[in-house]
């Protein structure tokens, strides 16, 4: 059972605020080259909180992120992608994180964003009918290895730079 404490509520409040604003921010913007495809930014602050905080605490500032997000980007239906698709990839990232020893961060965020494109897109096609877009899959899960490195990467510094007792 993970130690609730008050200063790991207010660091995965913190964390989740981030997200938040970092995924609404992010809805804003035209998607990279296909449609759908996002850096997936706010995706840093979901993994530190796992990492730093515990799985619960990763999974609330998730679920808070797409929550928040999709209401304050004033898209609502995005809730109806990102929940399914943000919850099987961060129980992915889970075991991954704990059940392969000496698995890197980037590796982890690598795999996570892939899941989180392929789902997304599967949500996409079963909701309405078009499996024309599984065309995208090859492409989706390129651009979602390149910002799985870039949320990974930046994961991986924030952790060797910021101070343990900040975080925990």
């Known amino acids: 059972m993970e130690k609730i404490t008050l200063k790991k509520i ?5 964390f989740s605020a981030l997200a938040t604003i970092s995924f609404t921010l992010e809805n804003l913007l035209p ?3 296909l449609p759908g495809a996002r850096l997936g930014v706010a995706n840093v602050f979901i ?18 992120k797409i929550t928040l997000g999709s209401l304050f980007s004033g898209n609502i239906s995005s809730i109806m992608y990102s ?21 890197s ?8 964003a892939v899941v989180n494109s ?14 024309e877009y599984l065309y995208y899959l090859p492409y989706l899960a390129l651009i979602a290895v390149l910002a799985g490195l ?6 991986y510094l924030a952790i ?3 101070p343990k007792n900040l975080i925990l």
Do not use: D, M, W
Not at 83 to 103: D, F, H, W
Not at 118 to 131: D, E, P, R, Y
Not at 150 to 155: E, H, N, P, Q
């Open 10 to 14: 207010a660091t995965c409040a913190l």
């Open 31 to 33: 998607p990279i080259i």
């Open 47 to 64: 993994l530190l909180a796992l990492i730093s905080l515990g799985v619960s605490y990763g999974f609330i500032a998730l679920i808070i």
């Open 83 to 103: 929940l399914p698709a943000g919850i099987i990839s961060l129980s992915l990232e889970v075991v991954l994180l704990k059940a392969v020893e000496n698995l």
């Open 105 to 112: 961060v980037v590796s982890i965020s690598v795999a996570g």
């Open 118 to 131: 392929t789902v997304q897109n599967l949500i996409f096609c079963l909701v309405t009918g078009a499996v």
């Open 150 to 155: 870039l949320v990974g990467f930046t994961v």
């Open 160 to 162: 060797k730079r910021i």
